[in-house]
């Protein structure tokens, strides 16, 4: 056996290698609601108040999220402050992060309020995966052609059709319902509600979030517009293996 051959034998692969796989890309996602605190000014609220929360500490928040959502990595200069306790009194810096709206909704269950959102049964499909689907819907319904708002509504006709699963599970598919069941969990780890609530999400009424839609479509979808779509999914579908 030549000296290069035994060389090659003894080569030891670094240890860090491979160890950022160890880690999630994303943080896990589930259903959520704002912690009830005696005295809180603002019990609707979905972001501290302003007398908590400073102008410089929002613009810090937002600006070392690089203006991607914590939560699930969509780029928007259109970011909301997510408290990750839950404790909108509790505005220290390491316990705020920047979200989006649709991510920032699963956190607030019982600030959503009625006929905005509903729970639905959707085995297989991951809270971002949800929420990026959502987004394209919401912003194909604001900006898309005829043929192309049709195809979201029927997408989100699917989507909508899930909560009679929810319905026949759990008694409701509302999400104030589900906020009054996360209180009474307080103090149970967020990986005891994955386990609990799992494979539901929040479907969110599209018209509540047609402004946000329309700052989406100019921020994130400005260099894919929805009239790009049909070419993108042709590229992709056929693309040389």
Sequence with gaps: MSSVDNQTDMVVPDASLGRNFERPALPGMTLSTKAQVWGDKEPGSMEPGKKLLSIELHAEVIRESKHRCYLCGFPSK???????????????????????????????????????????????????????????????LETGDDETKADAKKLLNWLASHRQYTEAAWGTFEPSVFASALVKMEGVGADVHGVVFRDLAVIFNPGTYSASAQKWAHDAYKSSPTASWPNLYHEIMNAPS
Aim: charged share 15%; hydrophobic share 40%; net charge negative.
């Design 78 to 140: 259109s970011l909301e402050i997510h408290n990750l306790n839950h404790n909108h009194q509790d505005v220290r810096k390491e316990n705020l992060r920047a979200v989006d709206a649709l991510c920032h909704g699963w956190q607030h269950l019982g600030e959503l309020g009625e006929g905005n959102a509903f729970i639905g049964y959707l085995p297989g499909l991951v809270a971002q995966d949800v929420n990026n689907l959502q987004r394209c819907i919401l912003v194909a």
